[in-house]
């Protein structure tokens, strides 16, 4: 028998210990004790945010420089108002379609119809010097089921004038997009936190193929408020200064040498609207196999599109943002190797998404993404020539197309609950059998239930 449906009780169980950590956060907390950001600056998080994580734009002058804007605390100020640590909590469920497809096993879906605690881990998250200050994050992952650094971003920032104000700095993070100050780029954009559901076999190096295995170093700058631009080079962290940004996690994929990354934006605020419209992107070398690099290495360069556009007022936020992405890839090592049909190929990615919210306390979100790329029976398929079940692709096609809707519901600024449904249409290369075993695109659609909670 399939599983079409999600488990009611189950969900009863997922609601009754979010109710119970709710009620002990409203009890427990203060209406002042919200996360050391914005116990440091003496605002509230809606100065920041819409609705976390997304930046209003005074949240992306407040990490553009270098997240050390701060008010002077009063001596009554309680120990925990004076230290920038915070703490977050994240307890989901996600329910797959079907689970009962030909060839699947419990190991395709190792955590569907699990209540657990997602990610629960501190930040420090604040002031170090008058023009310095750091967001890092170091957690359990509940899915991977392990300790480590999930990002990093330490900033020194200042200004200086060229006609106009230039505000520049440097930042050290640990993932291509990472530093970036829009939502429109992987990092950062919707729908923020990824489920425990089946994932395509395809995606591109800056689509979170390096994240928390790498570490960077950048320039940046914000020109009048107009212009942005970035550069930095990556490398991996295995070694150095470097090693820390990586602590706790798995290293799938390692540079041979730097990775150098760009960012330019266009940028403009005018009264409840702002947009910007840009330009990213990277070229790295990864080793074909990471325990014997005499293999040699493929070659990846991403060049990608973005923009967004925000309108702030009263109790109404809407948001809309949108990327493209497009993966030259050269299979130099893997090639030679037959772990690849082809010599090189091409991956395209696009996404676009649609917020509300009313008082930043209802509201939610609605997302198109596809991706579409050359056909390679051995790539899609793990270098096998037969495909596997469930993450195979019997076409040895890439594409994949499908939409989220995301309901959202803020009792505080600081706790968010969702409600998620993920729908494909398409999955890797067709929308019915898609892997040769009768699994079809829309046996991996998905309910995600979230409540995350910081403080």
């Given at each position: ?269 005018t009264g409840a609207h702002s947009f ?19 293999l040699g290495t493929n070659r990846f ?155």
């Amino acid at each position: 028998m399939f599983k079409q449906c999600v488990d009611i009780s189950a969900i009863g169980t997922w609601l009754g210990g979010t109710v119970f950590i709710l009620l002990m956060m409203l009890t427990a907390t203060s209406a002042h004790a919200v996360p050391s950001f914005a116990r440091q600056s003496g605002l509230q998080c809606s100065t920041c945010h819409t609705v976390f994580p997304e930046l209003t734009p005074f949240g992306r002058q407040f990490k553009l420089r270098g997240f050390s804007m701060s008010t002077p605390k009063p001596e009554n100020a309680s120990f925990f108002d004076k230290i920038p640590v915070s703490a977050l909590l994240q307890i989901s469920r996600t329910s797959t379609k079907s689970t009962g497809t030909a060839g699947a096993t419990s190991a395709d879906f190792p955590r569907d119809d699990d209540t657990l605690v997602q990610t629960a881990g501190l930040y420090y998250a604040g002031k170090i010097t008058d023009k310095s200050g750091a967001l890092v994050q170091y957690n359990y992952d509940g899915i991977e089921r392990s300790w480590g650094i999930e990002m990093a971003d330490i900033r020194y920032a200042s200004t200086a004038t060229l006609g106009k104000e230039l505000v520049y700095g440097v930042t050290l993070n640990n993932a291509p997009t990472m530093s970036d100050i829009y939502n429109s780029t992987p990092v950062w954009s919707f729908p923020n936190v990824d489920s425990a559901g089946v994932m395509p076999a395809a995606s591109t190096m800056l689509d979170m193929a390096l994240m928390s295995q790498v570490g960077g170093v950048g320039v940046y700058g914000l020109w009048d408020n107009l212009l942005y631009g970035e550069v930095a080079l990556y490398r991996t962290a295995d070694t150095g200064a470097f090693r820390l940004l990586g602590l706790g996690v798995p290293t799938d994929n390692i540079l041979k040498g730097s990775a150098p990354y760009w960012r330019f934006a266009l940028q403009h605020e005018t009264g409840a609207h702002s947009f910007s419209v840009g330009t990213y992107g990277m070229i790295s070398k990864i080793y074909a196999d990471n325990q014997d690099f005499s293999l040699g290495t493929n070659r990846f360069k991403d060049v990608a599109l973005d923009g967004q556009y925000q309108f702030i007022d009263g109790d109404h936020t809407f948001s809309t943002h949108a990327t493209w992405i497009r993966e030259k890839q050269e299979w130099d090592a893997s090639f030679p190797m037959m772990m690849t049909s082809n010599a090189s190929t091409i991956l395209r990615t696009f996404r676009a998404d649609i917020r509300y919210n009313y008082m930043r306390q209802w509201g939610g979100g609605l997302q198109y993404f596809q991706t579409r790329g050359d056909k390679d029976a051995l790539l899609y398929n793990d270098g096998e020539m037969m495909p596997m079940p469930v993450m195979g692709s019997a076409n040895g096609s890439p594409n994949n197309r499908g939409w989220v809707a995301e309901l959202n519901f803020l009792p505080r600024h600081d706790i968010k609950l969702a409600l998620r449904y993920t729908g494909y249409t398409q999955f890797n290369g067709a929308s019915k059998n898609y892997d040769g075993f009768g699994r079809d695109a829309s046996d991996n659609n998905s309910i995600y239930l979230l409540s995350w909670l910081m403080f």
